[in-house]
């Protein structure tokens, strides 16, 4: 199973990115799909979450309303559209493969992550 994560980059307060988390070995729409991310010094933590459904989806406080997160099951990749992007944003960015359909927050739900994508938001 690989996950690889790709689209970070360097951007200006209020610009927007989009992720995306590209599977082999898995197959997205049969898991719940999380992303997360982790600046320096701090923990993990769940920035969205998507269901097997695609109906069911949670963001944690701090991205709601900014970001969103899909799924394109022919494509077998999962995004996170972020806007109105601001410098506390700035970590590194994780896709992750859920145990089951529902969408978690905590890690230890996930079972599979990629590599990481670096954002960068300056003011």
């Known amino acids: 199973v690989q996950l690889q994560a790709s689209g970070g980059g360097l951007v200006q307060a209020g610009g927007s990115l989009r992720l995306s988390c590209a599977a082999s070995g898995l197959t997205v729409s049969s898991r719940a799909m999380g992303w997360f991310r982790q600046a320096p010094g701090k923990e993990r933590e769940n920035v969205a979450a998507?269901?097997?459904?695609?109906?069911?989806?949670v963001y944690g406080d701090s991205v709601q309303g900014r970001f969103t997160i899909s799924r394109d099951n022919a494509k077998n990749t999962v995004y996170l559209q972020m806007n109105s992007l601001k410098p506390e944003d700035t970590a590194v960015y994780y896709c992750?493969?859920?145990?089951?359909?529902?969408?978690?927050?905590?890690?230890?739900?996930?079972?599979?992550w990629g590599q990481g994508t670096l954002v960068t938001v300056s003011s």
């Open positions: 998507i269901a097997t459904t695609s109906d069911i989806t």
């Open positions: 992750a493969a859920g145990r089951g359909g529902l969408p978690g927050i905590v890690t230890d739900y996930y079972t599979h």
